[in-house]
């Protein structure tokens, strides 16, 4: 798992589509699904771990960007 289009493909494997329109949203509307997947203990956990990772890069990417 390397990038944003591959945390959307395993949420993905789980009915999980988010597009709000919104970057910023859409990648904390992951983070939290993922977090309720893992806590349902649905992921694995290199891949919530590292799933978690790129969403939290990307979102910083997107709040300095709004700065």
Same mark, same amino acid.
């Given at each position: ?24 949203? @859409? ?6 699904? !993922? +977090?309720?997947?893992? $806590?349902? *203990?649905?992921?694995?956990? #290199? @891949? ?6 790129? !969403? +939290?890069?990307?979102? $910083?990417? *997107?709040?300095?960007?709004? #700065?």
């Amino acid at each position: 798992m390397t990038s944003i289009y591959d945390v959307q493909q395993l949420l993905k494997r789980y009915g999980t589509i988010i597009y709000t329109g919104d970057r910023l949203a @859409d990648l904390q509307l992951m983070e939290e699904e !993922l +977090r309720e997947l893992h $806590q349902s *203990q649905l992921v694995e956990q #290199k @891949d919530y771990e590292m799933a978690l990772f790129i !969403l +939290r890069q990307e979102i $910083q990417r *997107q709040m300095e960007k709004i #700065k």
